[in-house]
């Protein structure tokens, strides 16, 4: 089935452009030119991805992706930004406010396509993950209960979100930085010693299992979940 796209930008050639690009690229399009366009777009039918211009008269952009991804119904609807602005700065903030991904223009057709093609894939895998099984350690996304064997290993709410974006990345390290933005949330200030804490505590409730030997310390980088012993 054809994902269907919606293309939030005001610039009218732009929008066009954009939407020409991904027709080719087999792709439905939907169009709004300013957020309250987009909003009731999105009310009528949920697009499988939006693209948000940063700059939109009504509104910003990054506004707009905020309030989305605040949202209980919209929260995991994948949207990219696009901008002008290649500031380092202003990638941050594009990503902070929750957007999956961050386009500057100029871009081709063909490099939004693939950017499209990722996010949506990326986005399929996290929700058709439902249940997560690493050598007997059994993570059910839909009950939030970890098992091992016939046993439950209890965890607190933030050793399970730890423990499912671990599992849901393996084989990866993250530095503690971006620990904090993906399983904290990147708007949340929080010490990065406090990773340390919860990573302490999730070994800890693993360790009667002997699952804590795939939770890894990296030296000098973070932490990553490996089945591999190094
Ligand atoms: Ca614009």
Redesign the pocket.
């Known amino acids: 089935m054809q994902k269907q796209i919606l293309i939030v930008?005001?610039?009218r050639p732009i929008r066009e452009m954009i939407a020409f690009g991904l027709r080719r690229g087999g792709f439905e399009v939907r169009e709004a030119a300013d957020v309250s366009e987009a909003r009731s777009s999105i009310a009528n039918q949920r697009p499988d991805l939006v693209l948000i211009?940063w700059?939109?008269p009504d509104m910003s952009g990054l506004e707009l992706t905020r309030t989305l991804k605040r949202d209980e119904d919209t929260r995991d609807m994948p949207i990219i930004m696009l901008t002008a602005r290649s500031e380092e700065q202003d990638k941050v903030m594009g990503l902070d406010s929750g957007a999956d991904d961050y386009v500057t223009k100029p871009f081709s057709p063909r490099e939004l396509v693939a950017r499209i093609n990722a996010v949506l894939r990326r986005s399929a895998d996290a929700s058709a993950a439902d249940v997560i099984e690493v050598e007997g350690l059994v993570l059910d996304a839909a009950s939030h209960r970890v098992t091992a064997g016939d046993q439950t290993v209890q965890l607190g709410p933030t050793e399970y979100r730890l423990l499912a974006f671990f599992m849901t990345h393996a084989e990866r390290v993250y530095s503690r930085a971006q620990l904090l933005d993906r399983v904290w949330g990147g708007n949340v200030y929080v010490e990065e010693r406090t990773v340390d804490v919860h990573i302490r505590r999730l070994r800890k409730a693993l360790e009667p299992f002997n699952f804590d030997r795939f939770i890894q310390t990296v030296r000098g980088s973070g932490y990553r979940f490996s089945t591999r012993v190094e």
Do not use: A, K, S, W
């Open positions: 930008e005001d610039e211009d700059m939109l």
